[in-house]
T-cell receptor
Framework: DVKVTQSSRYLVKRTGEKVFLECVQD?????MFWYRQDPGLGLRLIYF???????EKGDIPEGYSVSREKKERFSLILESASTNQTSMYLC???????????FGPGTRLTVT | QKEVEQNSGPLSVPEGAIASLNCTYS??????FFWYRQYSGKSPELIMF????GDKEDGRFTAQLNKASQYVSLLIRDSQPSDSATYLC??????????????FGKGTHLIIQP
């Protein structure tokens, strides 16, 4: 069974704080993704990675950065959290030859 | 800008009937098309994907793709109350099954009435 885990289910941070969201997958998948999901806007791609140390911008990368130092781990970084980054953050992974993205349980981040 | 459009619903269908969910997409370069199901408070899970014109069946689910019309649909036969969820349509531009990430529609909320 593929498992994608995220470091926190709920997180509350203050405006201006640096925030780290961690994602770990246990199936040796090459590809990993960060999305955010907001009511009325749906799921939107922030960043993705094909392999260790590789990263590509998605549709809404502004205000975010990522890090992939190990194949199983993909981190999303909010350099200076703002209230408009309050959202549900979903991590996903994909084997390169496959079609199914496996999603983690999500982190609901509130920035106050 | 890639766009995926879905009717947000709610779409209400009697138990045992066929539920029909529709999706249109803007980018003619889209090659792979996905239907995800998301229960309230849960993560999306893949139901089906399709990349060739025509129909693809898997159990009670049938995905239909018409690239000329830029239209993809999902039919759920013999609808069950457990099918009540939000259904997300997603597309990938480029080769492969989504290595570049997916563009999602906003989802259709489906309610199966017992």
């Amino acid at each position: 069974d593929v498992k994608v885990t995220q470091s926190s289910r709920y997180l509350v941070k203050r405006t201006g704080e640096k925030v780290f969201l961690e994602c770990v997958q246990d199936m040796d998948h090459e590809n990993m993704f960060w999305y955010r999901q907001d009511p009325g806007l749906g799921l939107r791609l922030i960043y993705f990675s094909y392999d260790v140390k590789m990263k590509e911008k998605g549709d809404i990368p502004e205000g975010y950065s990522v890090s992939r130092e190990k194949k199983e781990r993909f981190s999303l970084i909010l350099e200076s959290a703002s209230t408009n980054q309050t959202s549900m953050y979903l991590c996903a992974s994909l084997r390169g030859s496959s079609y199914e993205q496996y999603f983690g349980p999500g982190t609901r981040l509130t920035v106050t | 800008q890639k766009e995926v459009e879905q009717n947000s619903g709610p779409l209400s269908v009697p138990e045992g009937a066929i539920a029909s969910l529709n999706c249109t997409y803007s980018d003619r370069g889209s090659q792979s098309f996905f239907w995800y199901r998301q229960y309230s408070g849960k993560s999306p899970e893949l139901i089906m994907f399709i990349y060739s014109n025509g129909d693809k069946e898997d159990g009670r689910f049938t995905a239909q793709l018409n690239k000329a019309s830029q239209y993809v649909s999902l039919l759920i036969r013999d609808s069950q109350p457990s099918d009540s969820a939000t259904y997300l349509c997603a597309v990938n531009v480029g080769t492969g099954g989504g290595a570049d990430g997916l563009t999602f529609g906003k989802g259709t909320h489906l309610i199966i009435q017992p």
